[in-house]
Antibody, heavy 120, light 111 residues
Framework: EVQLVQSGAEVKQPGESLRISCRGS????????IAWVRQMPGKGLEWMAI????????RYSPSFQGQVTISADESISTAYLQWTSLKASDTAMYYC?????????????WGQGTLVTVSS | QSALTQPRSVSGSPGQSVTISCTGT?????????VSWYQQHPGKAPKLIIY???KRPLGVPDRFSGSKSGNTASLTISGLQAEDDGDYYC???????????FGTGTKVTVL
């Protein structure tokens, strides 16, 4: 069974750094891309970035380029999304999803989400 | 890149059919057959229900169907059931700079 398990909820202050994780199981981790999607409170889905764990090839949405960094560690089947300096506007639910890779828009299996709250 | 345009809400009685539109441009929906649809229940992660405009993943009921005409993709739910209540989002490939864009989302209410 394909599963994506994300790290737990985080509460941070503005200016702090953060890295959240997404561990894949039940499939060959390096054979599929991993995507990150943001959902702000009460709002819709926004595609952020994707990474191919096999060679760490990455693509970023222009809206998120330079704001976040994604990475992957194939040895532990885990992908990461990180911030160096959080803002209150980063408060959102963040989902990872197994993705077929460009150009296909198939976000096939989703993690349970990680809620990030940024508040002073 | 703006979000694809969806109606804010649609509703129908059990057994009826509803159709959700997803309007983009030639740079996204109209330019590629890479449109997908997602169902999201409150407090839950999204679930893929249609990909490549018309295809259904294993396990998705055939009540769900997708189509596309020009710059507009559509999701039709036939024979509405109570469990279809939720939010629905479309997504399209949008070229080699933007890559992907989601729709604004549609709330489906089963009356």
């Amino acid at each position: 069974e394909v599963q994506l398990v994300q790290s737990g909820a985080e509460v941070k202050q503005p200016g702090e750094s953060l890295r959240i994780s997404c561990r894949g199981s039940g499939y060959t981790f390096t054979a599929y891309w991993i995507a990150w999607v943001r959902q702000m409170p009460g709002k819709g889905l926004e595609w952020m970035a994707i990474i191919y764990p096999y060679d760490s090839d990455t693509r970023y949405s222009p809206s998120f380029q330079g704001q976040v960094t994604i990475s992957a560690d194939e040895s532990i089947s885990t992908a990461y999304l990180q911030w160096t300096s959080l803002k209150a506007s980063d408060t959102a639910m963040y989902y990872c999803a197994r993705h077929y890779g460009p150009p296909d828009s198939i976000f096939e299996f989703w993690g349970q989400g990680t809620l990030v709250t940024v508040s002073s | 890149q703006s979000a694809l345009t969806q109606p804010r809400s649609v509703s129908g009685s059990p057994g009826q059919s509803v159709t959700i539109s997803c309007t983009g441009t030639r740079s996204d929906v109209g330019g590629y057959n890479y449109v997908s649809w997602y169902q999201q229940h409150p407090g839950k992660a999204p679930k893929l229900i249609i990909y490549d405009v018309t295809k259904r993943p294993l396990g998705v009921p055939d009540r769900f169907s997708g189509s596309k005409s020009g710059n507009t993709a559509s999701l039709t739910i036939s024979g509405l059931q109570a469990e279809d209540d939720g939010d629905y989002y479309c997504c399209s490939h949008a070229g080699s700079y933007t890559f992907y864009v989601f729709g604004t989302g549609t709330k489906v209410t089963v009356l």
